[in-house]
């Protein structure tokens, strides 16, 4: 069985500000180690569960985060962003069984995590009306290539939002966003369900965690700096909507991947 799994930061036990996320601060190696720790739990729990062979990507700020010293053999990183659309997910394609998202976070438009933004803290993303996370931007993408997401972890507003979009993803919640606060599980403990309950998320039927791709997209684009969305309503098929947003629609899902990742 081959297991992807896509790591951020924002939604791993305790990180709650915006310095913990960033490298080369002393605030960001705690939050570091944890990101590699949850990882290397996900990845513990995906093999004990029946997986042979392991993709990670690395998919926070500059994806060259998670120490990769201690990763078992079976598995195989990729650091940096290659700029494919496919961006978080990038490397995930049909051969693989199931997908793994760890320190995910609520999306931008929520309140639910003093972290919570969506791609970039300059602009929320609407699909459909909706204010989305990236969670849901990537299940969509990982449903391009009919690969269901297992199991998440992240902030209970994530956990939350994941249940009404498919109740049978095993979620863990990692902590709770209160305005600028958090309040988080023990590291520790974040560590040993994050592996106990990615074991149990491989013996889910693949069938039932499949997300299914809405038949259109209507995309918007809703920039904090209105002269940004007049700018980017050039991109081919956009259309500027007063004041700040950039509107685009399309039946296929690959092209919301692609203006989002030209756009935000
Ligand atoms: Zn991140």
């Known amino acids: 069985m081959k297991v992807f799994i896509s790591a951020d930061l924002e939604g791993v036990a305790g990180s709650t500000t915006w310095i913990e996320t960033e490298k080369n601060t002393p605030d960001y190696e705690p939050f570091q180690k944890q990101m590699t720790k ?16 392991i993709l990670l990507k690395d998919a926070h700020d500059s994806a060259r985060n998670i120490d990769i010293s ?24 049909e051969t693989f069984d199931r997908a793994i ?9 929520s309140h639910r995590n003093p972290l919570a933004h969506t791609l970039t803290v300059t602009a929320d993303v609407k699909i459909n009306g909706e204010y989305v996370s990236e ?3 990537n299940t969509y993408a990982a449903a391009i290539h009919s690969v269901p997401v297992a199991f998440v972890s992240g902030d209970v507003g994530l956990t939350e939002e994941i249940k009404t979009v498919n109740e049978n993803i095993v979620t863990y919640a990692t902590k709770e966003g209160i305005g600028g606060a958090t309040l988080s599980v023990s590291p520790k403990l974040a560590i040993k369900e994050t592996k106990r309950l ?3 998320s491989m013996k889910v039927e693949r069938e039932i ?4 791709l809405p038949e259109k997209f209507v995309v918007e684009i809703v920039y904090r700096d209105h002269t940004r969305a007049f700018r980017n309503s050039f991109y081919p098929g956009a259309k500027f909507k007063s004041h700040n947003t950039v509107e685009f629609e399309t039946t296929e ?12």
């Open 38 to 53: 949850e990882v290397e739990a996900a990845i513990e729990g995906a093999i004990a569960g029946g997986a042979t062979e």
């Open 70 to 93: 201690n990763l078992p053999e079976n598995v195989k990183i990729i650091r940096g962003w290659t700029g494919h659309p496919m961006c978080m997910v990038a490397g995930l394609d």
């Open 101 to 109: 998202f760890i320190g995910y976070h609520s999306k931008g438009g």
């Open 135 to 137: 969670f849901l931007i």
């Open 198 to 200: 990615v074991e149990d």
């Open 209 to 212: 965690l499949q997300v299914k």
């Open 253 to 264: 899902y690959f092209e919301v991947l692609r203006i989002l990742q030209f756009l935000t």
